[in-house]
């Protein structure tokens, strides 16, 4: 930097001298100026020898001369579009010199690297320098002309207020119209009247400086409507004044496609009724706690079964669609109708008590009663349908769904095709039962339900060779609650699976720990009850799974299946046995004799055992021993051990003996035990 570019007796910071560098390249014949921000002001605090002849300034005068006196015709906020700390700017302006006098110019402005000061090229209008910089300017605009023109993006431009300058061809395609039809003020005949009020708010505060967005609707040559959204920035032009840039986003198919999203999310596929997730939103909606007027009908259709499996899954389909379209023909305008799930549908009736819906379920069974044909058949639709009018019992809407849905078993269990109010005994009880399943689930999980051990003895010598688990739960409040309860209520819950799994593992365990402190004294076998619902594939690996984790012997467990699950599908039950049997698990029948059972079914079953049931050894106190002697022949014939079950007397036990049996288990002879105390029963013998 030479010493006639700095004046005489000022003095330049490192900083300053960085920013000039970056800028420009330093010569005596250019104007330079060094602006910053002080106390909140833009400011010039350094000048160049070029710039005190350009300006008239004295060196002394410029260093704290505000830009905006500089710069006269920039007003308000539009300083900041020339002293940009992103990028440089390039402005044509009148620059104001000390004597009042103007200079057509052209600023360049150049943030430093720090961002906290610009660089000031100051060009007059008339020389050779500002003639080079207007035809690189003008080379520039064409290339940005160019770039908007190609840009797909529908692009908008006005250099004042709301009249365009420019449209691009993207934006013409948008609308369908040429760029002259849009020029000046015509652009905004192509906004929805509804949505033009928002538009125009927006564009004004645009024009004041800031930047706006709007959603709106455009309206095409067709007819047709285009929903965007139209993002303008602030566009400052000197010498004419502030309008702006536009651009648009069309999301037209991107609001169908999260429509169609929205509407699978909560609508039946097959029916287009609304889902059980719309329902519950429609429910909560309208449901006021304390209120009344709200029903809900709850509708489950009778031996749809039989059409799915006598004229296939096409007709089941069919019917549900068909009672779907006579289910919305037949309720109010405004009453809700949803697909439940599978065959049961639900309606919604707001500002109704319950005679009216009663009356509403009434017509609804008399217009499903109507024949439709399903594959050559006709076929008379018939529902059971639970009515359930709003009280102040009520204290949530899932509460008033949760009771229609009662109301409906009340029906089914009543003989189908029926209407049933919810009575509040019904109610009651249903309220208890899913407490206590919810009990059982937790119970279940923090492995609550606790088990006992029955000992097994051989008929022949009387020596305890084997355990019986059985499951027990002592409820903290309810107290002990009988396996016929909770095993039950576990099938109907879809719990059974976790209880299962339970027992399993804790029997395994508890054989392991037996192992260790007993030694040899310990029970050779633990004979494990499994439910029908856990007859399947999963059964197997399961079994493996706990005895590889507890280091047992296949041998040491045997499995016991109540001869009616197994008659619920003998093929199914067959390969799960088979299975079981490959892997050293013995496999008994439990309960034997109390239903129907099929002996074609049996000779090909791969068991080992038979048990017989407690009311067979009770009869022998009568002296009826017929049904148990055929049992234990059956057995023996077929090459099977029998357990005779529920031995309650010595006179008992020495009769079986003497009919064939091959061990006996029951009370008399030791009753149901905890780990500890079975581990003492048999170290004591």
């Given amino acids: 930097m030479s010493a006639s570019t700095v004046p005489a007796g000022s003095s330049v910071s490192p900083e300053i001298v960085s920013s000039i560098f970056y800028g420009v390249t330093v010569s005596d014949t250019l104007a330079l100026l060094v602006a910053e921000m002080v106390g909140g002001t833009p400011r010039i605090t350094w000048g160049n020898e070029g710039a005190v002849r350009l300006l008239g300034y004295a060196a002394e005068d410029l260093g704290a001369l505000p830009v905006s006196t500089l710069v006269p015709t920039l007003r308000g906020g539009e300083v900041k579009l020339l002293l940009r700390r992103e990028r440089a700017a390039r402005m044509r302006l009148s620059v104001r010199t000390a004597s009042g006098a103007f200079v057509e110019s052209v600023v ?32 520039h605009e064409q290339r940005f002309a160019t770039l908007t023109e190609r840009s797909p993006i529908p692009t908008l431009l006005s250099e004042q207020g709301m009249r365009l300058a420019h449209v691009n061809d993207a934006f013409c395609s948008l609308v369908g119209l040429r760029s002259e039809q849009l020029l000046g003020t015509g652009w905004m005949s192509v906004v929805h009247p509804e949505d033009l009020d928002a538009v125009i708010e927006q564009v004004v505060v645009v024009l004041g400086g800031g930047d706006g967005e709007a959603r709106a609707r455009l309206v095409r040559a067709d007819g047709s409507e285009r929903m965007t959204v139209i993002r303008f920035a602030h566009l400052f032009t000197p010498g004419v004044g502030a309008g702006f840039v536009g651009t648009i986003e069309d999301i037209t198919q991107r609001l169908a496609f999260e429509a169609r999203l929205a509407h699978q999310a909560n609508h039946d596929p097959l029916t287009g009724l609304p889902n059980r997730t719309l329902l519950a939103q429609y429910v909560s909606a309208r449901f006021r706690p304390g209120g009344s007027g709200l029903a809900c009908l709850f509708l489950d259709l009778d031996n749809f079964k039989v059409v799915n499996d006598s004229l296939g899954h096409g007709a089941g389909d069919e019917l549900l669609v068909e009672v779907a379209a006579r289910l919305r023909a037949t309720v109010r305008p405004g009453d809700l109708v949803a697909r439940f799930g599978g065959d049961e549908f639900v309606v919604v009736c707001e500002g109704v008590g319950e005679a009216e819906a009663i009356t509403l379920a009434e017509r609804i069974g008399a217009a499903l009663a109507v024949p439709v044909r399903l594959g050559g058949v006709d076929v008379r639709p018939r529902a059971s349908v639970g009515v359930t009018a709003q009280t102040a019992e009520h204290a949530a809407a899932e509460e ?136 399947d ?142 581990a003492a029963w048999f170290a004591a013998r």
């Fill in 400 to 535: 008033l769904i949760r009771d229609c849905d009662i109301a409906m078993y009340q029906a089914k269990t009543g003989g189908k095709g029926r209407i049933t109010v919810l009575d509040q005994q019904a109610r009651a009880e249903a309220r208890e039962k899913l407490l206590l399943v919810a009990e059982l689930r937790d119970a279940i999980e923090r492995r609550e339900i606790t088990l006992l051990y029955q000992p097994i003895f051989s008929a022949t010598d009387g020596t305890a060779t084997a355990v019986e688990s059985l499951a027990r739960w002592h409820h903290a409040g309810r107290g002990a609650i009988s396996p016929g309860t909770f095993v039950g209520l576990a099938e109907e819950s879809g719990l059974i699976g976790g209880l299962g799994l339970l027992v399993l593992d804790e029997t395994c365990r508890q054989l392991a720990d037996w192992d260790r402190t007993l030694g040899v004294a310990a029970p050779r076998r633990a004979n494990v009850n499994v439910s029908a619902l856990q007859l």
């Fill in 108 to 139: 360049l402005s150049t943030p430093s690297p720090t961002g906290r000061m610009w660089t000031l090229r100051v060009v007059p209008a008339a020389s050779e320098q500002e003639r080079a910089l207007r035809a690189t300017a003008d080379a």
């Fill in 537 to 678: 594939a999963n059964l197997l690996p399961q079994v493996i799974a706990a005895l590889d984790r507890h280091g047992l012997s296949p041998s040491r467990l045997s499995i016991e299946i109540t001869e009616s699950a197994l008659m619920k599908d003998p093929a199914s039950a067959r390969e799960v046995l088979a299975g079981l049997r490959a892997l050293g698990v013995q496999l008994a029948i439990d309960d034997f004799g109390t239903g129907y059972s099929s002996l074609a079914y049996l000779r090909h079953l791969p068991v080992d055992c038979l048990k017989v049931d407690r009311t067979f050894v009770a009869e022998l106190a009568d002296g009826h021993t017929e049904i148990a002697s055929a049992v234990i022949a059956l057995a023996r014939s077929l090459g099977l051990t029998t357990v005779a079950e529920g031995v309650e007397t010595a006179a008992q036990a020495t009769e079986l003996a003497q009919l064939g049996a091959g061990f006996l288990q029951g009370y008399s002879l030791a009753p149901p035990m905890t780990g500890p105390d079975t």
